[in-house]
C-alpha cells in the first residue's frame, strides 16, 4: 500500500506540471464501473468535496485524503480510492465517482492540476456552488409539495362521484356499462382523467426541472485564472479539461444509466454569455478577472434560485388550468351525469 501511495502522488504531481490537458484513460475493472454510475444529490457531493478540501488545505496528499475519506465510510470515496489506485488518473477517478455533480468535480480537479491551481480553495469554492444549487432545489420541492399534493387529491374526486352515486341509490355502475349515453359519459371521463393526470404531471416536472449548478462556467475559469494562466488559456484548459466529464457520459450513454438527452443538458455550460461579458470587462478596466467572475457566479446562484422560486409559486395557479378544463368536466360526466340518467330511466319505466 506504501508503494501505491507513493506511485499515485508522484503521478498526481507530475500531471500538475504537465501540459497535456487530459490524462490517458487507463483500464477499469467492470465492477468500479457498473458502482460508478450512483447517483448523488449535489449536497452530498458538497459535502464530500468540502471535507476533501479541508484535508487538503491541512496537507494531506490527494490521494491520501480520498483514503481518509474511505475509511470513513463515503461510498463515493472508496470508488475514488479504488479507481486511483488501479492506475486511473485522479480527475478521471473522481468524475466517475457518480452522476451529476461529479463530472463538474472532475473537470474542476482537471483544470486545477493542469494550471497548478491551489486544489482546496477551488473545491471550497465549489462545494459552495453545488450546495447553493441543491438548496435551491429543496425550496422547490418544499414549495411544490403542497399544490402538487392537492392536484392528485382533486384528481380522485370524478372517481369518488361514481361511489358516491352509488351510495345514495343511484343505479351509476348500471348506467355507465349498460346505457349508451352512459359508455359514451365512461369514455369521455376517463379520457379527461388522463388528459388531467399527464397535463398536472408536465406542469409540475416543468416547475421542478432543474438547471444544474448556474456559474459553473464562471468557476472553473476562475480556477483556471487563479492558477496564473491567461484568459484564453483558460478557457482552453476548461474546454480540454470537460472531456473528463465527457469521457464518463459517454460511458453512460453506452450501458443506458442515463438518457442522452439529460447528459446533453448536463454538458451545455450555463452562462457563457455572462462569462464573455465578465472577461470583456476585465480586459476593458484592467483589474483580475478571478473576483469578478465568482461574484458573476453568486449572482447566477442567486438569480436561478429566484426563478426556482417564482415558478414553483406560479404552479398553484396553472394547476387551476387542467382541473377546470378536464377534471371538473370528468366530475360531470362519471358523477352527476349517470345519476340523471339513472333518473330518467327510472321515470321512463314507471311511465
Not at 500538475?16 to 467492470?30: D, I, Q
Not at 449572482?299 to 429566484?306: D, E, G, M
Not at 388550468?321 to 321512463?348: D, E, H, K
Request: proline share 6%; charged share 20%; net charge positive.
Amino acid at each position: 500500500m506504501g508503494r501505491s501511495l507513493t506511485r499515485i502522488t508522484g503521478s498526481a504531481s507530475t500531471r500538475t506540471s504537465s501540459p497535456a490537458p487530459v490524462a490517458s484513460r487507463a483500464p477499469v475493472s467492470p465492477r468500479f464501473r457498473a458502482s460508478s454510475r450512483t447517483p448523488a444529490s449535489s449536497a452530498d457531493v458538497a459535502e464530500t468535496v468540502l471535507r476533501l478540501a479541508v484535508l487538503l488545505q491541512a496537507g494531506v496528499a490527494p490521494a491520501r485524503a480520498w483514503e481518509h475519506l474511505a475509511r470513513a465510510g463515503d461510498p463515493a470515496a472508496r470508488r475514488v480510492a479504488s479507481a486511483i489506485d488501479g492506475g486511473m488518473p485522479l480527475p478521471e477517478a473522481v468524475a466517475n465517482a457518480g452522476t451529476g455533480a461529479w463530472r463538474e468535480v472532475g473537470v474542476a480537479c482537471q483544470v486545477a492540476l493542469v494550471v497548478g491551481a491551489p486544489l482546496a480553495d477551488c473545491l471550497r469554492g465549489l462545494a459552495t456552488a453545488l450546495r447553493d444549487a441543491q438548496e435551491a432545489a429543496d425550496d422547490v420541492r418544499v414549495t411544490l409539495a403542497e399544490p402538487a399534493g392537492t392536484a392528485r387529491l382533486m384528481s380522485w374526486l370524478p372517481l369518488l362521484a361514481v361511489g358516491l352515486g352509488a351510495a345514495l341509490g343511484f343505479d351509476t355502475f348500471g348506467t355507465l356499462f349498460a346505457n349508451p349515453l352512459g359508455l359514451a359519459c365512461l369514455g369521455a371521463g376517463a379520457m379527461l382523467i388522463l388528459a388531467a393526470h399527464r397535463w398536472t404531471k408536465r406542469l409540475v416536472r416543468a416547475a421542478a426541472r432543474s438547471e444544474g449548478a448556474p456559474g459553473l462556467d464562471a468557476e472553473l475559469i476562475a480556477i483556471a485564472l487563479s492558477g496564473g494562466v491567461s484568459i484564453d488559456r483558460a478557457r482552453t484548459v476548461v474546454q480540454d479539461a470537460r472531456r473528463v466529464g465527457a469521457m464518463a457520459d459517454s460511458a453512460d450513454a453506452e450501458t443506458g444509466s442515463r438518457p442522452a438527452t439529460a447528459i446533453s443538458e448536463e454538458r451545455a455550460p450555463a452562462g457563457s454569455d455572462d462569462v464573455d461579458a465578465v472577461l470583456a470587462l476585465s480586459r476593458t478596466a484592467g483589474v483580475p478577472a478571478v473576483e469578478l467572475l465568482r461574484a458573476s457566479a453568486a449572482h447566477a446562484r442567486h438569480r436561478a434560485r429566484v426563478e426556482a422560486r417564482l415558478r414553483a409559486a406560479r404552479l398553484s395557479s396553472r394547476l387551476l388550468i387542467p382541473l377546470g378544463v378536464c377534471t371538473l368536466p370528468a366530475f360531470l360526466l362519471l358523477g352527476v351525469a349517470p345519476m340523471l340518467l339513472s333518473v330518467m330511466s327510472t321515470m321512463s319505466v314507471s311511465l
